[in-house]
Nanobody, 124 residues
Framework: QLQLVESGGGLVQPGGSLRLSCAASGFTLDYYAIGWFRQAPGKEREGVSCISRNGGTTNYADSVKGRFTLSRDNAKNTVYLQMNSLEPEDTAIYYC?????????????????WGQGTQVTVSS
């Protein structure tokens, strides 16, 4: 029953925008910190952003600060990642994940549940 499903990926031009969704089922999303990660071909999975339990804080990687915005819609049990001013370097598979508790962490191993990922490709 526990599941995270990402959606909203696709092909966009540099400078464009994309909104990713992470829909949760089987648990109350608001009780946990939710992180977004991405993995490009040949590279390790890296943290992009995270929102803490009850929306207390949000964190962003330096590479996406000012361009990406993370938000939580508790009524829909969904977390969104709004991506603006996209660059080719943003091309990757994007994953959302549930932390074991309510605070954010940069450690991939701290997140016990992962979605299947959604592909984001930024190309001219």
């Amino acid at each position: 029953q526990l599941q995270l499903v990402e959606s909203g990926g696709g092909l966009v031009q540099p400078g464009g925008s994309l909104r990713l969704s992470c829909a949760a089922s089987g648990f109350t999303l608001d009780y946990y910190a939710i992180g977004w990660f991405r993995q490009a071909p040949g590279k390790e999975r890296e943290g992009v952003s995270c929102i803490s339990r009850n929306g207390g804080t949000t964190n962003y990687a330096d590479s996406v600060k000012g361009r990406f915005t993370l938000s939580r819609d508790n009524a829909k049990n969904t977390v969104y990642l709004q991506m603006n001013s996209l660059e080719p370097e943003d091309t990757a598979i994007y994953y959302c994940a549930k932390h074991s508790v309510g605070y954010c962490s940069d450690s991939v191993s701290s997140y016990g549940y992962w979605g299947q990922g959604t592909q984001v490709t930024v190309s001219s």
